[in-house]
């Protein structure tokens, strides 16, 4: 029942309209766009919807306020589809909808569901750097006016209780699949889905001992686009919730910002890819938020 990737994430908002607007800055293509709210997509076809707060058909939080009520995981196949359907039924809530989604819930009380995977996969071409005699960008000029458009979302971050948060973590290693990357016993716990590489897909924070959504985040393709990209968010009047920097547990580059949807979003890049040899590193003590960050 390998579990692929974030396939879709549906959103809360009180001002709907802050929120198509941040979403279409952050540079995600508007597949519809209404009073009542939004959908985006990446170029992966991974899905953001934003509803307004009044929306009956949003799914419950453990959050109130803008958040997200949903998080949609992409599975491999049918069969591994059946097989979580069979493995949550055990002991909890399982429900399909009629294009046979799965919907339940987390340990912490957070909406979760599952899908086959629609990916779209993207051909990229690696960045081209020019170091010394290595020359692969040669009479091509980095265009200083570009748009960034992320390509993919690539993990989600929630704040939960601190009591019980080994088996909050426990519920998608144990019962998910999910692999376990890194892990601060004082803060949460960084894991990646099976069927993927990423340093993390999902993290678990407890820390701020308190339950709701931190933060998504987008790759992009290197620092060059986490800079232009977070430029031109500030000059359309949104707010940076950190400094660019490249954090030590996953070594991503980032540049977070306050998102009016709820929580945070991040621009990332570069981030440590893991398979089934790597050894999760634990620590007591959180080792820092960032090898280095820029001043203010």
């Known amino acids: 029942m390998a579990i692929q990737r974030v396939e879709s994430v549906v959103y809360r908002a009180d001002d709907v309209a802050a929120g198509i607007r941040y979403f279409g800055d952050w540079g995600l293509e508007t597949i519809e766009s209404g009073a009542s709210g939004a959908v985006f997509r990446t170029p992966e076809n991974q899905f953001i919807h934003l509803r307004g707060d009044g929306d009956a058909t949003l799914a419950e939080s453990p959050e109130a306020g803008p958040t997200i009520c949903e998080t949609v995981w992409g599975v491999d196949n049918k069969a591994g589809l059946d097989a979580i359907g069979a493995e949550l039924s055990k002991d909890r809530e399982v429900t399909a909808d009629a294009n046979g989604v799965l919907h339940s819930k987390d340990e912490t009380g957070f909406s979760i569901a599952f899908q086959v995977s629609e990916r779209t996969v993207m051909d990229l071409d690696a960045p081209r750097f020019n170091l010394n005699e290595n020359i692969p960008r040669l009479n091509v000029p980095i265009d200083p006016d570009q748009r960034v458009r992320p390509i993919r979302l690539g993990h989600v971050v929630f704040n939960i209780l601190t009591e019980g948060w080994e088996n909050a973590a426990a519920f998608y290693i144990d019962r998910l699949g999910f692999r376990l990357s890194d892990r601060a016993n004082d803060t949460g716990s960084f894991m990646r889905c099976e069927g993927g590489h990423d340093h993390h897909n999902l993290f678990l924070a407890h820390r ?66 893991m398979d089934d040899n790597w050894e999760p590193r634990i620590w007591d003590d959180n080792p820092g938020f960032a090898m280095w960050m820029f001043d203010d």
């Open 208 to 273: 701020q001992n308190k339950a709701g959504l931190n933060h998504t985040a987008y790759e992009v393709r290197d620092f060059d686009e986490i800079m232009f990209a977070g430029k031109f968010m500030k000059s359309q009047g949104w707010t940076p919730n950190t400094t660019p920097g490249r954090h030590i547990m996953g070594s991503n580059l980032f540049w977070y910002f306050k998102n009016p949807a709820g929580g945070v979003t991040e621009f990332f890049a570069d981030m440590d890819r």
